[in-house]
DNA sequence: ATGAAATTGAAATTCATATTCAAATGACTA
DNA sequence: TAGTCATTTGAATATGAATTTCAATTTCAT
């Protein structure tokens, strides 16, 4: 059992809920996608493993996931909310490439300390912050270049 | 008349769409308050000062000044999405208060920079980015200690 | 095993946003 | 100016993601 899901059952335990096999299922198959999953991504990756769970399930347990820190939100500008890994990962933003969907995940240190700087000029104490940088990633740039594209 | 509105009257001009009432009052309701506004609070706003216009309209009448360059919407993260006004304002991000919910507009050359620099590493072509850090401006963290909160 | 409590999931609800369509308004012509 | 055609308006309806409801099922403690 990996740490992740260990962080997982010890939240639920915490919380005076139950292990159930939907649960379990569900963090399961999030954690190994390792991807920016939207619910009804990893509702369909279920179905695909003939796993049943309903979809309603697969919300709350996405919820559950969040909250005990194994998982994050992610706010991409879509209309849906995705969720990633976030147990064993560290902080990092995201280069979003409008052409084929994929999210680079980066991250740069003098960023985040001017960051810092900047909110210190304003008396502000940040608590997070969200950097999402879109654009074309290396292989959609030169396809654009091929096709002739601007 | 603003330049804000001329921009907004050439806009409908070019697009051969009629310049009504209604899309120049929510127009200038929109320019005046200067707020980062949503879709419902500018049809209250509206409503206050005995203006009627429908809430499609108002949906409608945004979306032209988005697309006119004379508003730009502005994602935070809520469920709702806000329109700011774009026209004579230079780019920026948000310092976010999640204690009293106002904006703070902030820049940094700087972070602009090293955005190109992180891009340019990942053989990624930017085209736009959002930065929003989340926290509580200098009166609420003030507000925090007093209370004696953490 | 038994009963209380938690969980599940199909269906209903909510809420922001988008669309529909009949009536109103505006533009244009004769 | 009156007539005609096109655009706009806005109340109502539709859509789609997220949440809630609730009866049936499952789990846990005894
Ligand atoms: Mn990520
Ligand atoms: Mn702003
Ligand atoms: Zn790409
Ligand atoms: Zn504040």
Known sequence: MTKAIKKFRKYIDEKNLQITRQRMDIAEV???????????????????????????????????????GVAGEVDLGEKTRRYEVKFGN??????????????????S?????MQEKLCA???FKPSSHRLDIFGLCRSCGI??????YR
Chains 1, 2 share one sequence.
Do not use: P
């Open 30 to 68: 999030f954690l190994q996608s390792g991807r920016h999953l939207s619910v009804d991504e990893l509702y369909e990756l279920l179905k695909e493993r003939e796993i049943s769970a309903g979809r309603a399930t697969v919300f709350r347990t996405l919820k559950l996931l969040n909250e005990s």
């Open 90 to 107: 560290t902080h990092h933003d995201h280069l979003v490439c409008t052409g084929c969907g994929r999210y680079i995940e980066v991250y």
């Open 109 to 113: 240190g003098q960023i985040e300390e």
């Open 121 to 123: 000029e304003h008396g």
């Open 143 to 148: 396809e654009k270049k091929k096709k002739g």
